[in-house]
């Protein structure tokens, strides 16, 4: 089992600064099969980001994902206020599926 | 609007059983995998089960392999997932979602979520 690390793993900053999240995986992840989600209190995650680097449809182009390997990063460029949440790692390149253990971006 | 939302959550003691719901809608699961993922109290996401769109292939985490079958109702777009055995660990928030492929594991990312059901396990 693939198992993924999430740094670091809560975040404290303000608006309009850039946060970066990193995933790192226990092993060589193919970097289509890795996806990030966003997840806000009492809400369902959602997708921001499949395939690495691929935005998921209405995400805003002020989240980026990047990396390959083992190490990949989620970058958001400047935060707004309805950022600051929990996010996800997933790779479902290797049986069984799994999810990091989160990062939390909170306001500073 | 694409939607989907859970059901049939509840109390139920150690060792009961309990069957979930997952209605859909704007959609038809049909063409689609379909997905469990649990959440614990505070804690992250967790992998259940998957079920292709033809429910000719299903998947389990080690967890909850041999007490859970995951089943679908394409003319009814409807997903299911039957808890038997349950233990205090199985407490959770439980979400469907839909996969980008059958294709296991390479389409289980998850583009649309339920709003979750609570299934809490307690004597």
């Known amino acids: 089992e693939i198992v993924l690390t999430q740094s670091p793993g809560t975040l404290s900053l303000s608006p309009g600064e850039r946060a970066t999240l990193s995933c790192r995986a226990s092993q060589s992840v193919s970097s289509s099969y890795l996806a990030w989600y966003q997840q806000k209190p009492g809400q369902a995650p959602r997708l921001l980001i499949y395939g690495a680097s691929s935005r998921a449809t209405g995400i805003p182009d002020r989240f980026s994902g990047s990396g390959s390997g083992t190490d990949f990063t989620l970058t958001i460029s400047r935060l707004e206020p309805e950022d600051f949440a929990v996010y996800y790692c997933?790779?479902?390149?290797?049986?069984?599926?799994?999810f990091g253990p989160g990062t939390k971006v909170d306001i500073k | 609007e694409v939607q989907l939302l859970e059901s049939g959550g509840g109390l139920v003691q150690p060792g009961g059983s309990l069957r979930l719901s997952c209605a859909a809608s704007g959609f038809s699961i049909s063409t689609y995998g379909m997905t469990w993922v649990r959440q614990a109290p505070g804690k992250g996401l967790e992998w259940v089960s998957g079920?292709?769109?033809?429910?000719?292939?299903?998947h389990y985490a080690d967890s909850v392999k041999g007490r859970f079958t995951i089943s679908r109702d394409n003319s009814r777009n409807m997903l299911y997932v039957q808890m038997n055995s349950l233990r205090a660990e199985d407490t959770a928030v439980y979400y469907c979602?839909?996969?980008?492929?059958?294709?296991?594991?390479?389409?289980?990312?998850?583009?649309?979520w339920g709003q979750g059901t609570t299934v809490t396990v307690s004597s």
């Open positions: 997933q790779q479902y390149d290797s049986s069984p599926v799994t």
């Open positions: 079920i292709s769109s033809g429910s000719h292939s299903t």
């Open positions: 979602a839909r996969v980008f492929s059958s294709s296991w594991p390479r389409g289980y990312g998850m583009d649309v």
